[in-house]
């Protein structure tokens, strides 16, 4: 899998939209992008994830540039239960003959809502 | 609530000792994974299980083994436990093989004393 680099932390205003960057420069062409975050010692929750095309889901939307070397999570209007480790991950999938592996995550954003 | 259920949530045991952790899928998945997270070494991936087989293995030692039951639900075995094996044990499931949208139980924290 392709290593991806986020910003170590980061923090947003309650009610605005945060924007949370990802590299993944090494991105092959049958990665997928996939976001997850933890909430304090949580399990990991699944956001969303995308090939090319920018995806929207009812938590957030992806944006992934047209090089496929950088994303973006949108969370549009962020909330205090926002604030969590935000995980961005390139993954095979099974159709590609990989995706048999678990998810590798790395150390993610902490992402911090200001009231 | 993912739907996955992990017991016990909390473990307390000494050095030496052999514990079991227990995982239920949600309802209709059929892989089973399971990730370590200690405060050194982040979440990492041990093992996964597939419809009762041993799909792919990760950073799994040899002190510790899973196995995936007929109705599917999962158990990870530990033993010679180390002060080292502390951590958060995380159970995730998802429908099929290679399939990345994971849903991750609540976690079993395991202190060895």
Same mark, same amino acid.
């Given at each position: 899998d392709a290593k991806t680099t986020q910003p170590t932390s980061m923090d947003c205003a309650e009610g605005r939209a945060a924007n949370l960057p990802c590299n993944h420069s090494t991105i092959s062409g049958n990665e997928y992008v996939y976001w997850y975050r933890q909430i304090h010692s949580q399990g990991p929750q699944y956001i969303i994830h995308g090939l090319k095309n920018n995806e929207t889901n009812e938590m957030a939307s992806l944006i992934i540039t047209e090089d496929r070397k950088s994303s973006t999570l949108i969370l549009p209007h962020a909330t205090l239960r926002d604030t969590a480790v935000y995980y961005c991950i390139a993954a095979l999938i099974w159709e590609s003959g990989g995706g048999a592996d678990g998810l590798t995550f790395g150390k993610g954003t902490h992402l911090i809502i200001q009231p | 609530d993912s739907g996955v259920t992990q017991t016990p949530k909390h473990l307390i045991t000494a050095t030496g000792q052999r514990v079991t952790l227990r995982c239920s899928p949600r309802s209709g998945d059929l892989s089973v994974y399971w990730y370590q997270q200690s405060l050194d070494q982040g979440l990492q991936f041990l093992i996964q299980y597939y419809n009762g087989e041993e799909r792919a293995k990760g950073n799994i030692l040899e002190r510790f083994s899973a196995q995936q039951f007929p109705d599917l639900h999962s158990e990870l075995n530990l033993s010679s !436990? %180390? !002060? +080292?094996?502390?951590a958060l044990y995380f159970c995730a499931s998802s @429908?099929? @093989? +290679?399939?990345? %949208?994971q849903y991750f139980g609540p976690g079993t924290r395991l202190t060895v004393t």
């Amino acid at each position: 899998d392709a290593k991806t680099t986020q910003p170590t932390s980061m923090d947003c205003a309650e009610g605005r939209a945060a924007n949370l960057p990802c590299n993944h420069s090494t991105i092959s062409g049958n990665e997928y992008v996939y976001w997850y975050r933890q909430i304090h010692s949580q399990g990991p929750q699944y956001i969303i994830h995308g090939l090319k095309n920018n995806e929207t889901n009812e938590m957030a939307s992806l944006i992934i540039t047209e090089d496929r070397k950088s994303s973006t999570l949108i969370l549009p209007h962020a909330t205090l239960r926002d604030t969590a480790v935000y995980y961005c991950i390139a993954a095979l999938i099974w159709e590609s003959g990989g995706g048999a592996d678990g998810l590798t995550f790395g150390k993610g954003t902490h992402l911090i809502i200001q009231p | 609530d993912s739907g996955v259920t992990q017991t016990p949530k909390h473990l307390i045991t000494a050095t030496g000792q052999r514990v079991t952790l227990r995982c239920s899928p949600r309802s209709g998945d059929l892989s089973v994974y399971w990730y370590q997270q200690s405060l050194d070494q982040g979440l990492q991936f041990l093992i996964q299980y597939y419809n009762g087989e041993e799909r792919a293995k990760g950073n799994i030692l040899e002190r510790f083994s899973a196995q995936q039951f007929p109705d599917l639900h999962s158990e990870l075995n530990l033993s010679s !436990l %180390e !002060l +080292g094996d502390s951590a958060l044990y995380f159970c995730a499931s998802s @429908v099929g @093989v +290679g399939m990345n %949208e994971q849903y991750f139980g609540p976690g079993t924290r395991l202190t060895v004393t």
